[in-house]
T-cell receptor
Framework: GENVEQHPSTLSVQEGDSAVIKCTYSDSASNYFPWYKQELGKGPQLIIDIRSNVGEKKDQRIAVTLNKTAKHFSLHITETQPEDSAVYFCAGKKGNTPLVFGKGTRLSVIA | EAGVAQSPRYKIIEKRQSVAFWCNPISGHATLYWYQQILGQGPKLLIQFQNNGVVDDSQLPKDRFSAERLKGVDSTLKIQPAKLEDSAVYLC???????????FGDGTRLSIL
């Protein structure tokens, strides 16, 4: 089945800097890749997703890139703010198979 | 629109006791999921419903876990008897059918003593 690896496990950046989180997946047939933000005591919140028919998607300060050949995708957050501090999860799936999550990245934005 | 509602938010029980969690999905979402999230890990799917039918329960420990969605709306997840390793956050998510984005509730944090 699908396996999703996520790096780094922790990331600290200065406020205003960019943050990049990377994920790799094992199943070349996977075609849907969402990113979730999870704050303490809350459930995961969908922040952006990408399907395999596009290579990049952007929403204000957040962007996701997908490289199908290399089977990896990345989350880019620009102009980071303290409220971006949270745990971020990538995930992948194909068709109606279950969503498989990475182990998460704890992002700390230092003011 | 109202999000996915879950209750209770916290539950503490002793091992070998039973426990039940409740989920009310976003209105109109036919697909409902239960996930287990162990501390420091990503959510892992336990069971997926489409309306009131089970789509995938391959990762549900059926000797102790059960779930139902009788009328195709609310769902309950039960553990009986609980083991220490069941300590986790149990998340419910819902989506429109056809691979649409999943939206999560805030979960139930279960502690087993």
């Amino acid at each position: 089945g699908e396996n999703v690896e996520q790096h780094p496990s922790t990331l600290s950046v200065q406020e205003g800097d960019s943050a990049v989180i990377k994920c790799t997946y094992s199943d070349s047939a996977s075609n849907y890749f969402p990113w979730y933000k999870q704050e303490l005591g809350k459930g995961p919140q969908l922040i952006i997703d990408i399907r395999s028919n596009v290579g990049e998607k952007k929403d204000q300060r957040i962007a996701v890139t997908l490289n199908k050949t290399a089977k990896h995708f990345s989350l880019h957050i620009t102009e980071t703010q303290p409220e971006d501090s949270a745990v971020y999860f990538c995930a992948g799936k194909k068709g109606n198979t279950p969503l498989v999550f990475g182990k998460g990245t704890r992002l700390s934005v230092i003011a | 629109e109202a999000g996915v509602a879950q209750s209770p938010r916290y539950k503490i029980i002793e091992k070998r006791q039973s426990v039940a969690f409740w989920c009310n999905p976003i209105s109109g979402h036919a697909t409902l999921y239960w996930y287990q999230q162990i501390l420091g890990q990503g959510p892992k799917l336990l069971i997926q419903f489409q309306n009131n039918g089970v789509v995938d329960d391959s990762q549900l420990p059926k000797d102790r876990f059960s779930a139902e969605r009788l009328k195709g709306v609310d769902s309950t997840l039960k553990i009986q008897p609980a083991k220490l390793e069941d300590s986790a956050v149990y998340l419910c998510a819902s989506s429109l059918p056809g691979g649409q984005p999943q939206h999560f509730g805030d979960g139930t944090r279960l502690s087993i003593l």
